[in-house]
C-alpha cells in the first residue's frame, strides 16, 4: 500500500537525535535500505535536501519505513516538513510517491519529501548518505 511508505533520506532516520527522528521510530517499522537515482545536497537551511532524477547515475540512500498510523504521521510529518496552509509558497520541500528499490532490488512505492527550491550553490553530499548509519 502507497500511503503507508516513507522513504527518509534525512533527519527522519531512525537513531539520529531529533525529536522527530525519535517520534517516528516509535510509531513506525523500518523495512529496510534503499536508494532512489539523484543527488543529495545541504540546503541553505541546513538540512539534507534530496533531488530526483530518473536519468542520474548517482543514488540517494535512506530508510524505507512503514507507517502504523499514516493519517496522523503524514499530518505531523507534513507540518515538519513545512507544508500546508499555514506556510508560504512555494515549499522548501514537497512531498511525492516515488519508487524505491531497497538493496535485494525489490521496489517500493513510497512518499518521500524532495526538494523543492533550486540547488544552484548548495554543497553536494556526493556518497547520497546523510547518516553513517546508510
Not at 120 to 125: P, T
Amino acid at each position: 500500500m502507497t500511503e503507508n511508505l516513507l522513504f527518509a533520506y534525512g533527519t527522519l532516520i531512525k537513531g539520529l537525535k531529533n525529536e522527530m527522528a525519535e517520534w517516528l521510530a516509535g510509531v513506525t517499522t523500518e523495512i529496510g535500505t534503499g536508494y532512489f537515482p539523484g543527488k543529495l545536497y545541504m540546503s541553505k537551511s541546513g538540512y539534507p535536501a534530496a533531488i530526483y532524477d530518473s536519468a542520474s547515475p548517482q543514488k540517494v540512500f535512506g530508510k524505507i519505513i512503514r507507517l502504523a498510523d499514516p493519517i496522523t504521521i503524514w499530518h505531523r510529518l507534513d507540518e515538519y516538513e513545512g507544508i500546508g496552509g499555514c506556510y508560504p509558497k512555494p515549499y522548501e520541500y514537497r512531498r511525492v510517491r516515488a519508487i524505491i528499490t531497497d538493496l535485494i532490488d525489490q521496489q517500493h512505492h513510497c512518499n518521500v519529501y524532495l526538494y523543492n527550491y533550486p540547488v544552484n550553490g548548495l554543497k553536494e553530499i556526493r556518497s547520497g548518505k546523510f547518516s553513517t548509519t546508510l
